[in-house]
């Protein structure tokens, strides 16, 4: 089975600064890899995605993430924080199961981004 | 195109009481699922439907039932509500030939409350 921890529930940062979310997994397999966002009262987006391509993705709002393989990591970042980027996080795995026909996505627990003015 | 719908929002139930929450997509996406979301907990599956005529339980289908009505449809009943099942509840969807890529899209939500 595949698992995802993020470390930290909640991060603090002020506007400008740097954002970094972490985000570890574990598989026996090499895994597909998404952030997803959250705003109050809305359903998820993608932010990006790591399906075995180039290991440092880009995604939307500035954000980016690197794939390195030798630490199980994928951690999330964002040079410079805006008010607007306040949200909760989420990394999410893809998990292949034998015995059914679409793949699913295991996601962390979530970590809730605050930025200070 | 509305993308992905569920209804209703908002629903207070009564421990005991059933109800559908419905989702509805006009993507014509092939797979369907249904999460709820708890804090701390992040999102956790319930049940998923591969393909139209198809479902399979997920992480945690007890007191779940589903039924994939036709391919734009996906509902999910809670045949008798239990306070532990006060959550959000979100529908997803992927569209035929994204298997490799295996981007969701997610419906708003309907928050649910068992009392």
């Known amino acids: 089975a595949q698992s995802v921890t993020q470390l930290g529930s909640h991060v603090s940062v002020s506007e400008g600064a740097l954002v970094l979310l972490r985000c570890n997994y574990s598989s026996s397999v090499p895994p597909y890899l998404f952030w997803y966002v959250q705003y109050p009262n809305q359903g998820l987006q993608l932010l990006l995605k790591?399906?075995?391509?180039?290991?440092l993705v880009k995604g939307i709002n500035g954000f980016e993430a690197e794939f390195k393989k030798s630490e199980t990591s994928f951690h999330l970042t964002k040079p410079s924080a805006h008010m607007s980027d306040a949200a909760e996080y989420f990394c999410?795995?893809?998990?292949?199961?034998?015995?059914?026909?679409?793949?699913?996505?295991?996601f962390g627990s979530g970590t809730q981004l605050t930025v200070l003015p | 195109n509305a993308g992905v719908t569920q209804t209703p929002k908002f629903q207070v139930l009564k421990t005991g009481q059933s109800m559908t929450l419905q989702c509805a997509q006009d993507?014509?996406?092939?797979?369907m699922y249904w999460y709820r979301q708890d804090p701390g907990m992040g999102l956790r599956l319930i049940y998923y439907?591969?393909?139209?005529?198809?479902?399979d339980k997920g992480e945690v289908p007890n007191g779940y039932n589903v039924s994939r009505l036709n391919k734009r449809e996906f509902s999910l009943r809670l045949e008798s509500a239990a306070p532990s099942q006060t959550s959000v509840y979100f529908c997803?969807?992927?569209?035929?030939?994204?298997?490799?890529?295996?981007?969701?899209?997610f419906g708003p939500g309907t928050r649910l409350t068992v009392t």
């Open positions: 997803a969807t992927v569209p035929k030939g994204q298997f490799l890529s295996y981007e969701q899209y």
């Open positions: 993507m014509n996406h092939n797979s």
């Open positions: 439907s591969a393909s139209e005529g198809t479902t």
């Open positions: 790591y399906t075995s391509a180039a290991t």
């Open positions: 999410a795995v893809s998990d292949y199961k034998s015995s059914g026909s679409a793949r699913q996505l295991t």
